[in-house]
């Protein structure tokens, strides 16, 4: 098992190494091999060393449905004006997100990352709200399978593409057809799940401990049979955010902003408080990582700083009790 954490390769996020020979030292230590890495919107930094970087997260759009399919009146909706969402995606037309990807996908392949990883979701901002869906699970999945194999036919990408489920419309890891649907669209031979412990949490809002949480990924592991065998990688944190769910979806807030830069935001903001990004700290979880025996396990938790981020992983590593399977 390969195990990392979760950091964008960018300046600001990198400051807390003194060079590359430090952030070895600093993995070593944390018992991790690498990093699942993210471009951050600049030049990576030079001479990053390829070994240090074991996969590599695509960049995405939360919302993005309705811009591919070149829906004028949602996009109008939506950003008050077509020339304000083209400012927004950088462009009008479903070739600027293709591109977008593939430069992306060039990325990762630059620094030799053994697997990418792509969101199959679609949430607007009002959505995140209102939890009302524009699109049902099916729409969402089927037009990601569309872009992702335009994206790799024909093409011998050296990487694995794995798949990350959300609580959002798409893929969602509660439904074995939904899964069984992505997974056979999908035709790139190299393909898996990236299983996002903390964002299958989130589907399920009655969760209130971790123990809870453990049960319901074991419970989704059992409803998909032989299917659980896709699951290629984890990302392993985990989300108990029931209360505030209930509290702040089901209505738009009266002061949301008009301008969609700002009303992004904040919506931002909420889904933070949604999608929580903690550490497991109890050990109930290390029997979903040994049934699951990944290949790939990333940290990925919500810290600033070095000295929390290797707080949050060494208590997340403590929880797993060392009892950890290894997959060839």
């Known amino acids: 098992m390969y195990k990392t954490i979760s950091i964008p390769l960018c300046g600001a996020a990198l400051a807390d190494y003194c060079d590359w020979d430090d952030l070895r030292q600093e993995l070593s230590h944390l018992r ?33 449905l309705d811009f591919y399919r070149e829906d004028g009146t949602r996009l109008t909706e939506k950003f ?26 060039q990325r990762a392949e630059s620094l030799g990352a053994r697997y990418v990883v792509f969101h199959v979701s679609d949430v607007s901002v009002e959505e995140g709200y209102t939890y009302r869906w ?37 893929f969602t890891f509660t439904d074995p057809d939904d899964t069984a649907r992505l997974l056979d669209a999908v035709h790139f031979e190299k393909k898996g799940i990236m299983l996002d412990i903390g964002h299958l949490m989130n589907t399920r809002a ?45 209505k738009l807030p009266p002061d949301l902003p008009r301008d969609y830069l700002r009303r992004f935001g904040e919506n931002y903001a909420h889904v933070l ?34 000295g929390r981020r290797a707080e949050l992983v060494a208590r997340q590593t403590e929880a797993l009790c060392g009892r950890l399977t290894f997959r060839a």
């Open 32 to 64: 991790c091999d690498g990093v699942e890495a993210i471009w951050a919107g600049e030049p990576f930094p030079c001479g990053v060393p390829s070994e240090l970087v074991i996969g590599y997260h695509l960049t995405f759009y939360p919302d993005w």
């Open 134 to 170: 524009l699109h049902t699970n099916r729409e969402v999945i089927d037009a990601s399978a569309d872009i992702i194999n335009q994206l790799l036919d024909g093409r011998d990408w050296p990487f694995e593409f794995l798949l990350e489920n959300q609580w959002w419309p798409g």
């Open 273 to 306: 408080q949604i999608d929580r990004h903690e550490p497991w700290d109890v050990p109930c979880i290390a029997s979903v990582i040994e049934r699951i025996a990944p290949r790939y396990l990333t940290h990925e938790l919500s810290a600033s700083g070095r």
């Open 80 to 105: 008050g004006s077509l020339d304000a969402a083209a400012r927004f995606y950088g462009g009008l037309g479903r070739e600027v997100l293709l591109e977008y990807y593939r430069a992306d996908l």
């Open 206 to 250: 009655s969760l209130a401990t971790q123990a809870e949480g453990a049960a319901y990924v074991h419970a989704m592991l059992d409803r998909h049979g032989n299917l659980a065998r896709a699951v290629r990688g984890v990302h392993l944190h985990r989300s108990l955010s029931g209360a505030h769910v209930n509290a702040h979806t089901g």
